[in-house]
């Protein structure tokens, strides 16, 4: 406990220097908020058996630490309806991170080394969890093999007609190559099979499948490889590496600034040999993986691209592009996070949007510091861009939680919550009604952006301190998160608590003129609504040091 309280005391220390620093600077490096603040509406309907918030919205206050409510965990508008703690084949429970699905199956990664080789412990690797029993999901196995010991962030998988994907690789932070990245068939989801341990020549950190299941994209630098190969009649055939887009995408070396507002243009004195050193934390492709969305970090790299690749995808026989790939745009603005959707109005008008955001994992991420500072400081909340004119890119709104309103900066430190969003994901990209956001120590977070200039939030589920007794262990989800349509439940997974679905209070889908599931479900089949009934195995919890986790801890010095 005193080791907890010293952290805090020292990250308090930190935010308010930061900020006595920050506090004379110009209004464009202090100007976190560039369209006119960011949205903290609620809209919610509670069940009878929840367990709402007894503060600010996004906050486990310290009263409800020292009293024990936290341990309850807090819900509202989604119920529990199965759990599972991801310690079964030696694995250890705690560590959890991004998580990756197909079919009834989760894919939930472990730890990770931020610099150099990592030295995984014998229990870490990617947890494979059986969900076709949604109140009793099963981890079944453990994937070790050399692209999936250290994995942390870089996972992906997608289904398609044909062939179903899981790809793992090792997390890197550093300059250098000859990263492993495991492909496998998923066909039968429980039981992954190896297809190939491809070594990518250049580090790797984050990973995302083409919808066809044609392309992977690792990210710092951005590359490519063509998994066709794998699913050929040939056995003699692999994956083929297709090269660094960084190299061939011509972009500004630096957004405007150093800390340019998200509505600023990048300069557009661009040539065709000027490149970013780091144009992508996380590459969002089209189905046919022959358009990216991508997001850069840090102020000196937060420019937002929207880039046509499908010329430079276009190999002949010696795999020679068959041209440049083409910036359709390029703006200031960040995405460690990319996500697009597609929203309807009444009168079935459709636009089209970039749903993005930075990180802020480190110890001051308090409202009460400007967001440009993320993300070493202040906190992160998604943005929606309207991206129906690709080529014009416009920042609609900002939307997140009370207790990171600058406001609120003395409850947050007296707190330690860390309310940040580090990945996020919609109910559907074609048809979108809401965003799933994980808000680290504030769980689970659903918001309705069906009118995009005012996001609400409208439930969320925060396991909060998972460590029973005298010392505070509040739990963070930071992972992408999966909706079921056919069941009304939502899979997440938490650093700490381990695997977790739930489900949609009916109340709130007809909040949210969602169908009817059409597949029978169970309702709350043990424990309360909320997280009240689970029991976590949390053996190792109390040594768990969360820095290791931190996937742009390298990046500091930079700044």
């Not at 999901?137 to 998988?157: D, I, K």
């Not at 995408?249 to 970013?276: M, N, R």
């Not at 014009?392 to 990171?404: D, K, M, T, W």
């Not at 169970?522 to 109390?542: I, S």
Request: contains cysteine; hydrophobic residues 40%; charged residues 20%.
């Amino acid at each position: 406990m005193s080791g907890r309280r010293t952290r805090r005391v020292a990250s308090v220390a930190v935010a308010i220097a930061l900020f006595a620093a920050f506090a004379a600077t110009s209004d464009a490096a202090a100007d976190n908020v560039p369209v006119g603040g960011v949205v903290t509406e609620q809209a919610y309907l509670c069940g009878a058996a929840d367990l709402p918030e007894t503060g600010i919205q996004g906050d486990v206050p310290r009263a409800d630490q020292t009293s024990g409510r936290a341990e309850r965990g807090y819900n509202c508008g989604l119920a529990l309806v199965g759990h599972a703690t991801l310690d079964a084949d030696g694995r250890e429970p705690t560590g959890n991170a991004n998580m990756a699905w197909s079919g009834d199956c989760a894919y939930v990664a472990g730890p990770g080394a931020v610099f150099g080789n990592p030295s995984p412990a014998p229990g870490d690797g990617v947890a494979v969890v059986d969900v076709s029993d949604p109140a009793n999901p099963q981890h079944v196995r453990t994937l070790r093999n050399p692209g999936s010991t250290a994995a942390l962030e870089t996972l992906h998988a997608v289904q398609t007609r044909n062939r179903a994907v899981l790809v793992v690789g090792q997390y890197g932070n550093q300059a250098g190559g000859d990263k492993p990245m495991d492909v496998y068939d998923v066909s039968d989801c429980a039981t992954p099979r190896l297809l190939q341990t491809f070594r990518w020549p250049e580090n790797i950190h984050n990973l995302t499948i083409s919808g066809n299941g044609r392309y992977v994209f690792a990210t710092q630098p951005l590359q490519a490889v063509n998994i066709d190969p794998l699913f050929d009649a040939n056995p003699a055939t692999g994956i083929v590496y297709l090269g660094n887009l960084e190299n061939a995408i011509a972009s500004a070396p630096f957004a405007t600034g150093p800390s340019g507002d998200l509505d600023d243009a990048v300069p557009t004195a661009v040539t065709d040999e000027t490149h970013s050193f780091y144009l992508s934390h996380e590459a969002w492709p089209t189905r046919d993986g022959t358009k990216l969305y991508l997001g850069g970090q840090l102020p000196t790299w937060e420019t937002f691209t929207i880039v046509d690749i499908a010329l430079w995808l276009t190999r002949d026989a010696l795999n020679r592009p068959s041209g440049a790939p083409r910036v359709i745009s390029q703006r200031s603005g960040r995405g460690h996070s990319v996500r697009t959707a597609t929203v309807r109005d009444a009168t079935n008008h459709t636009r089209r949007f970039a749903l993005h955001s930075e990180e802020s994992v480190f110890g001051p991420a308090y409202g009460c510091l400007p967001e440009t500072l993320n993300p070493v400081a202040g906190a992160a909340q998604p943005w929606l861009t309207d991206i129906t004119d690709e080529a014009n890119p416009a920042l609609v709104s900002q939307f997140g939680l009370e207790i990171n309103d600058p406001e609120n900066c003395p409850a947050q430190m007296d707190s330690g919550v860390n309310a940040s969003v580090h990945y996020h994901d919609v109910d559907n990209a074609d048809d979108t009604t809401f965003v799933m956001a994980s808000m680290w120590n504030a769980g689970l977070r659903v918001f309705d952006i069906r009118h995009p200039e005012t996001p609400r939030e409208v439930a969320y589920f925060n396991p909060a301190d998972v460590a029973p007794g005298p010392t505070t262990t509040l739990d963070h989800a930071w992972g992408h998160v999966r909706y079921v349509p056919e069941t009304g439940h939502i899979w997440f997974a938490t650093a700490e608590g381990g695997f977790w679905v739930v489900e949609i209070e009916p109340q709130v889908r007809a909040q949210l003129d969602l169908d009817a599931p059409s597949r029978d479900r169970p309702r709350h089949p043990r424990g309360r609504a909320g997280t009240e009934g689970v029991e976590p195995n949390l053996a190792a919890v109390l040594a768990l040091d969360v820095t290791q986790y931190y996937c742009t801890l390298g990046t500091v010095n930079a700044l």
